[in-house]
């Protein structure tokens, strides 16, 4: 089979050019020191998936707040702090050709009790979850001062000699939370019409690219639907991404769901879907005819015949691979020269039909195999999901 097309350069609307069509997309490591410092694990696990072979890096999400994080042990950018770093970070990542780029985000509403005692969000809408507390609606001044935030991350992204930044506008972070409907019941200027709740990340975006100048890559993680009744729909997603391209956007990146609706790892998919491998494609699809700005698109992947589809067909220019690279750090390099075809990875199965229906137990086991790498080991497909399960809950198997 030819994979002439996966192989391929592409120059971003910036002017960067991207050496394949591979991207290792963003995965929460969780293994940054507990002041959000980059670590030494961080540096291993980076330079190692820098040999694998990917076009583009993506970090996990690094959070534009201290007070404000998704979960432990996660990379925090604020203002220039960690500048040394994050330069290192990025050396060893690039060392090999590829580009990292770092994904900026705030979890909103979507921070833990046991991190977050004073959750801010657009509005006062609760999590379902007994671990999230009700966000207190960020006040205007609030939301002005996250927009430099972000900007600044982006800056300290593009100071540290990283290739660009990514704007985490998925899964049911903040960004995503100002866009729906469902989560943000403002009635001032940041709420209410579509356009009012896009307000937030085109302002983000704006603030970037003052900042960074019109050279420094950046992209957006967005949701095609959020699957919720009442949240952000599969026609608003569209809208956005127009306005997104119209103000000159790098790449956006379709994925979908939120916490509540974990579509993003396939738990709710339907069979056909899978088999099809990529779980948005019909909506990107018809993004594609819409917009100018490059797409990416994650979720779902497995076999390098249906990559090489998707990017000969033109309905996208990066493909995506999250887990994949959890097991198989090499991968890119593999699919590329045609020495592997197929990069599925298992099932999880608990036989507790509760926990294999939300896929709760997915997350954590794939960081276990991201902690693995930051230590020097390879990753281990065998290991047991109940050992996992009684390290992050202290109880033994139900």
Same mark, same amino acid.
């Given at each position: 089979?030819?994979?002439?097309? &996966?192989?391929?350069?592409?120059?971003?609307?910036?002017?960067?050019?991207?050496?394949?069509?591979?991207?290792?997309?963003?995965?929460?490591?969780?293994? %940054?020191?507990? !002041?959000?410092?980059?670590?030494?694990?961080?540096?291993?696990?980076?330079?190692?998936?820098?040999?694998?072979?990917?076009?583009?890096?993506?970090?996990?999400? @690094?959070?534009?707040?201290?007070?404000?994080?998704?979960?432990? !042990?996660?990379?925090?950018?604020?203002?220039? !702090?960690?500048?040394?770093?994050?330069?290192?970070?990025?050396?060893?990542?690039?060392?090999?050709?590829?580009?990292?780029?770092?994904?900026?985000?705030?979890?909103?509403?979507?921070?833990?009790?046991?991190?977050?005692?004073?959750?801010?969000?657009?509005?006062?809408?609760?999590?379902?979850?007994? *671990?999230?507390? +009700?966000?207190?609606?960020?006040?205007?001044?609030?939301?002005?001062?996250?927009?430099?935030?972000?900007?600044?991350?982006?800056?300290?992204?593009?100071?540290?000699?990283?290739? #660009?930044?990514?704007?985490?506008?998925?899964?049911?972070?903040?960004?995503?939370?100002?866009?729906?409907?469902?989560?943000?019941?403002?009635?001032?200027?940041?709420?209410?019409?579509?356009?009012?709740?896009?307000?937030?990340?085109? /302002?983000?975006?704006?603030?970037?690219?003052?900042?960074?100048?019109?050279?420094?890559?950046?992209?957006?993680? *967005?949701?095609?639907?959020?699957?919720?009744?009442?949240?952000?729909?599969?026609?608003?997603?569209?809208?956005?991404?127009?306005?997104?391209?119209? /103000?000159?956007?790098?790449?956006?990146?379709?994925? #979908?769901?939120?916490?509540?609706?974990? %579509?993003?790892?396939?738990?709710?998919?339907?069979?056909?879907? $899978?088999?099809?491998?990529?779980?948005?494609?019909?909506?990107?699809?018809?993004?594609?005819?819409?917009?100018?700005?490059?797409?990416?698109?994650?979720?779902?992947?497995?076999?390098?015949?249906?990559?090489?589809?998707?990017?000969?067909?033109? /309905?996208?220019?990066?493909?995506?691979?999250?887990?994949?690279?959890?097991?198989?750090?090499?991968?890119?390099?593999? &699919?590329?020269?045609?020495?592997?075809?197929?990069?599925? @990875?298992?099932?999880?199965?608990?036989?507790?039909?509760?926990?294999?229906?939300?896929?709760?137990? +997915?997350?954590?086991?794939?960081?276990?195999?991201?902690?693995?790498?930051?230590? #020097?080991?390879?990753?281990?497909?065998?290991?047991?999901?109940?050992?996992?399960? /009684? $390290?992050?809950?202290?109880?033994?198997?139900?």
């Amino acid at each position: 089979m030819s994979i002439n097309h &996966l192989n391929q350069s592409f120059r971003l609307p910036s002017g960067t050019i991207i050496p394949n069509r591979l991207a290792k997309s963003a995965l929460s490591e969780g293994i %940054a020191e507990a !002041n959000g410092r980059p670590s030494e694990a961080l540096f291993n696990l980076y330079e190692r998936w820098g040999k694998g072979g990917a076009g583009i890096l993506f970090t996990g999400n @690094v959070m534009v707040d201290k007070d404000h994080l998704v979960n432990a !042990n996660v990379m925090i950018a604020e203002k220039e !702090n960690f500048l040394a770093d994050y330069t290192k970070l990025a050396e060893k990542a690039q060392a090999n050709g590829t580009h990292l780029w770092m994904q900026i985000n705030h979890p909103g509403r979507q921070a833990p009790v046991y991190l977050d005692k004073a959750p801010v969000s657009a509005s006062n809408v609760k999590m379902p979850m007994r *671990i999230y507390l +009700e966000p207190r609606p960020l006040t205007e001044d609030e939301i002005l001062d996250l927009i430099e935030r972000y900007g600044d991350a982006a800056l300290l992204a593009k100071k540290a000699g990283m290739k #660009g930044a990514q704007i985490h506008g998925a899964h049911g972070y903040l960004v995503s939370q100002f866009l729906s409907g469902l989560t943000n019941l403002r009635k001032d200027k940041w709420g209410g019409s579509l356009e009012n709740r896009a307000r937030f990340v085109i /302002e983000i975006y704006r603030n970037m690219r003052k900042k960074c100048g019109d050279d420094f890559p950046i992209g957006i993680k *967005i949701n095609s639907a959020d699957f919720q009744k009442g949240a952000f729909t599969e026609e608003e997603s569209m809208e956005v991404i127009q306005l997104l391209d119209a /103000e000159g956007m790098d790449l956006i990146e379709v994925s #979908g769901g939120t916490y509540e609706r974990a %579509a993003m790892v396939g738990s709710m998919q339907k069979e056909s879907t $899978k088999l099809r491998e990529a779980y948005f494609m019909d909506f990107i699809t018809k993004v594609r005819s819409k917009i100018k700005s490059p797409l990416m698109l994650t979720g779902g992947f497995r076999t390098s015949a249906a990559m090489e589809k998707a990017i000969e067909g033109g /309905e996208l220019d990066f493909v995506g691979l999250g887990r994949p690279f959890c097991l198989y750090p090499n991968v890119a390099n593999e &699919l590329l020269s045609g020495k592997r075809t197929d990069c599925t @990875v298992q099932n999880l199965k608990t036989g507790v039909e509760k926990m294999d229906k939300s896929g709760m137990m +997915e997350t954590p086991w794939y960081m276990f195999q991201i902690a693995r790498m930051g230590k #020097g080991f390879e990753p281990d497909p065998n290991l047991d999901v109940w050992k996992v399960y /009684e $390290k992050i809950t202290g109880k033994k198997r139900p």
